[in-house]
């Protein structure tokens, strides 16, 4: 039986009853436009729209992305960050210094102007060894902020340490039992 209960005389053959649709007229489409036009002249709304302003591409100083972007926008970020325009994420970076160097809006723009200027210039050509650099930076600075670089061992092996009462100690390596499982397990395979 037939989804609409009529019995189909042949699987392969196909019938579609579909109807088409009406078609519109244009008058009909016409009058509906004016009677909208109609209506919004008799409430008096004021569609006049202020004209729009050119964008213009701007240039990052820091780290040199290019934005389009209106003249008045422009304007107001360059007021905003003396003088230099900064796209949107800069800005956030350098809101972020303001707040870890507290309030100096000049010195936090300069810090991070200066690392985006080593980072285009060194970063982007020999990224592994900016990256060393950076490592060996923070080590420096846990350094002399009395930070050691390795912390002390608790461990039971070592002579001369006073272990604390109550402490945990370690009392053998885990190794040798997981290279046993490893190993019975590519003897199993």
């Not at 780290?63 to 008045?72: F, H, K």
């Not at 592994?128 to 461990?155: C, D, N, Y």
Request: charged share 30%; proline share 5%.
């Amino acid at each position: 039986m037939a989804p609409h209960g009529k019995a189909i005389a042949s699987p392969y053959t196909r019938k579609n009853n579909f109807s088409k649709p009406p078609r519109l007229s244009s008058d009909s489409l016409q009058r509906t436009i004016s009677d909208i036009s109609f209506e919004l002249s008799k409430e008096g709304i004021d569609l006049e729209l202020p004209p729009v302003s050119e964008v213009e591409d701007a240039r990052c100083e820091c780290c040199g992305m290019c934005e389009e972007c209106t003249p008045e926008y422009i304007d107001k970020v360059r007021n905003k960050f003396s003088g230099k325009w900064i796209c949107g994420l800069c800005a956030e970076a350098v809101k972020e210094e303001v707040e870890k160097n507290g309030g100096n809006r000049e010195e936090a723009l300069s810090s991070h102007m200066s690392a985006c200027v080593r980072f285009n210039k060194f970063g982007r050509a020999y990224p592994v060894l900016f990256q060393a650099e950076a490592m060996r930076e923070m080590l420096k600075k846990s350094k002399s902020e009395g930070r050691g670089v390795r912390t002390k061992s608790i461990s039971p092996r070592d002579k001369g340490a006073v272990q604390k009462k109550g402490g945990i100690a370690r009392s053998s390596s885990c190794i040798p039992a997981i290279t046993r499982e490893i190993a019975d397990l590519t003897i199993a395979n």
